[in-house]
């Protein structure tokens, strides 16, 4: 257990590198011919899943804050842990049902618990699949064109996957997307495989996608929006000031604007945000394109005197936890009240507790959340260790 005494958030820090970003473009590299170097990178768990995931494609080389990966001929038969990584399970499986031989991918039994039914039906067309709980085998003899129908609204991992595959297909692939979550992350996908030298476009609901991938030498990670968000939220509930640099763009960028409507005062000069103030204004955002700013955007809205309506939240429940639920968990051991229905998430503060024990539920982005909470609060954390799933050096910022 983690305890943290209240206190302003102040500094200046460096952005996390994507996340997102960094799994979209090691996967790219491990089958792009030629060698890219990929900077920078934080090693947290996923991204050690993407690299582990890679490996049997390619030839990975780590040093300071890079890792260069080159495609070479792949293993035969190859298996690797994925762990809690969702999208490196989703995106793995569809990949290597696009390439010759048999792999076998171990997940945790957190993972094996989450949707995945979807992709493998849509999977199974193309290669043998078998999902059981831990792993996931596939036999695969390559694929000449991929058409394939997949829900977007579960999570947008599944459409990203078979963009991966379309790439390692003969002739590409034609993907028609069955409801829409999470969009920017499908065209961040799209956005990676262009870098690559890939065909890739989106025309509405259908996208085609076509190889063979090309290494541009050297690709630069951004920052990682989402996870600043915590930054520069936590600012605003402590009575804090913070600048985060090496924010250029990219997904989840619709935190500045979420902050701005809640009447915290933002600066953007180049690639530094500067944020202060604290909340004032009942938010009202529809985050179903940035699922992934529920968290923090919940918190924000828990120090707001008014009723805050956080819209299109309904696939929160397939996140690493029911993420509706235990973002209210945390709302509500503040004194704030939270309620949800038809996909709408109300969060009605300011909080009324001092001194508070948070739960992560095994979730990195709650765990996040919880952390920034106790730092406006006091308080303390049952289990940072989730943390390290995507940024391991958040605690050493935000305590």
Request: hydrophobic share 45%; proline share 6%.
């Amino acid at each position: 257990m983690l305890c943290v005494r209240p206190a302003p958030l102040l500094g200046s820090f460096r952005a996390p590198p994507s996340k997102p970003i960094s799994q979209r473009y090691i996967l790219a590299a491990a089958i792009a011919e030629g060698s890219t170097r990929i900077a920078p990178l934080e090693l947290s768990d996923d991204v050690a899943a993407a690299l582990r995931a890679a490996q049997p494609l390619s030839r990975i080389h780590l040093e300071g804050d890079s890792a260069v990966v080159e495609r070479r001929a792949p293993d035969p038969v190859r298996s690797f842990n994925v762990g809690d990584s969702g999208f490196t399970l989703r995106i793995a499986a569809a990949l290597y049902a696009g390439v010759e031989g048999s792999t076998l991918i171990y997940t945790s039994e957190q993972l094996s618990r989450r949707p995945m039914e979807d992709l493998v039906e849509a999977l199974g067309k193309y290669a043998e699949v078998a999902w059981m709980p831990g792993a996931l085998l596939i036999k695969s003899r390559g694929v000449k064109r991929v058409e394939a129908a997949i829900r977007g609204d579960v999570t947008s991992q599944y459409v990203s996957g078979l963009m991966y595959l379309s790439a390692v297909a003969e002739e590409g692939g034609d993907i028609r997307v069955i409801g829409r979550k999470s969009w920017q992350y499908v065209e961040a996908t799209a956005e990676a495989l262009r870098t690559f030298g890939g065909d890739a476009r989106i025309e509405g609901d259908r996208i085609h996608v076509r190889g063979p991938l090309r290494s541009p030498g050297a690709v630069a990670v951004p920052g990682d929006f989402a996870l600043s968000a915590f930054l520069l939220v936590g600012a605003a509930v402590t009575g804090g000031r913070v600048e985060v640099s090496g924010l250029v763009g990219g997904p989840d960028e619709q935190i500045l604007d979420v902050l701005r409507r809640s009447g915290v005062s933002v600066g953007r000069a180049g690639d530094r945000v500067v944020a202060e103030g604290a909340p004032s204004s009942p938010l009202d955002v529809d985050l179903s394109n940035a699922p992934d700013l529920a968290p923090p955007a919940a918190l924000l809205a828990a120090f707001v005197k008014g009723r805050s309506l956080l819209r299109g939240v309904e696939h929160l429940a397939y996140k690493e936890s029911n993420r509706i639920e235990t973002i209210m968990d945390v709302v509500r051991r503040l004194g704030a009240s939270a309620e949800y229905g038809d996909g709408v998430l109300a969060v009605e503060g300011p909080p009324r507790n001092k001194n508070v024990e948070f739960s992560c539920h095994r979730d990195h982005r709650i765990c996040l959340m919880a952390l920034v909470a106790a730092r406006s609060v006091g308080g303390c954390v049952d289990d940072i260790s989730p943390i390290a799933k995507t940024w391991p050096s958040a605690p050493l910022h935000l305590i």
